[in-house]
């Protein structure tokens, strides 16, 4: 990388103001607020407690050098926990994220099915993935296009994409704990 220190420091530029017509994700806020510095602030600290929970929670064995050597060597099996990691620290950038734009979608729409389909439910030794599940998250993943496909946006169809990130967000953190639990029991 030719120079770091500038890619970092624009990267999370927080002096810089979005415009609010643009947004998607905080249009149910008032526009003094949306351009607040403390807003700013505030979602750049919630991203940054989220991913050190992800981080603690899910990919604890990352924190350890041995360990993480080891997983290298097993690549192919924890290919899938890799990738999620990467997912789910994309996803709560873009629920934590400033100002979405409508180009965002297509730069992490084709992580939604998987984040939305690997959770507890693909673990199939435990053999409890049902009708309700595949509706529930069918039903999000078009709820959360239809969010994105009303423009310009509202407040309704910002409070709804923020409704289904959390859902999904959720149900991510849920099926882990779940899964810890039942496959501790299974032992």
């Given at each position: 990388?030719y120079?770091?220190?500038?890619?970092?420091?624009?990267?999370?530029?927080?002096?810089?103001?979005?415009?609010?017509?643009?947004?998607?994700?905080?249009?149910?806020?008032?526009?003094e607020?949306?351009i607040?510095?403390?807003?700013?602030?505030a979602?750049?600290?919630?991203?940054?407690?989220?991913?050190?929970?992800?981080?603690?929670?899910w990919?604890?064995?990352?924190?350890?050098?041995?360990?993480?050597?080891?997983?290298?060597?097993k690549?192919?099996?924890?290919?899938?926990?890799?990738?999620?990691?990467?997912?789910i620290?994309?996803?709560?950038?873009?629920?934590?994220?400033?100002?979405?734009?409508?180009?965002?979608?297509?730069?992490?729409?084709?992580?939604?099915?998987?984040?939305?389909?690997?959770?507890?439910?693909?673990?199939?030794?435990?053999?409890?993935?049902?009708?309700?599940?595949?509706?529930?998250?069918?039903?999000?993943?078009?709820g959360?296009?239809?969010?994105?496909?009303?423009?310009?946006?509202?407040?309704?169809?910002?409070?709804?994409?923020?409704?289904?990130?959390a859902?999904?967000?959720?149900?991510?953190?849920?099926d882990?704990?779940?899964?810890?639990?039942?496959?501790?029991?299974?032992?």
């Amino acid at each position: 990388m030719y120079d770091p220190f500038s890619y970092f420091r624009k990267s999370f530029e927080l002096n810089r103001v979005f415009l609010y017509k643009w947004t998607v994700n905080w249009r149910f806020l008032s526009e003094e607020m949306f351009i607040s510095h403390y807003f700013h602030i505030a979602l750049f600290a919630a991203h940054i407690i989220l991913l050190l929970i992800a981080g603690f929670t899910w990919f604890r064995y990352l924190f350890v050098f041995r360990e993480f050597l080891q997983l290298l060597r097993k690549l192919n099996e924890k290919f899938s926990e890799m990738l999620t990691a990467l997912f789910i620290a994309n996803f709560i950038g873009v629920c934590v994220a400033r100002s979405l734009h409508y180009q965002f979608y297509s730069w992490y729409f084709y992580t939604l099915p998987y984040l939305v389909f690997s959770g507890l439910h693909f673990h199939h030794d435990l053999n409890i993935y049902g009708t309700v599940s595949r509706k529930k998250n069918c039903g999000i993943l078009i709820g959360i296009e239809m969010c994105w496909n009303t423009y310009p946006s509202t407040v309704f169809s910002s409070v709804m994409l923020h409704f289904f990130h959390a859902a999904v967000l959720c149900f991510l953190i849920s099926d882990h704990y779940v899964y810890r639990s039942l496959k501790r029991k299974k032992l």
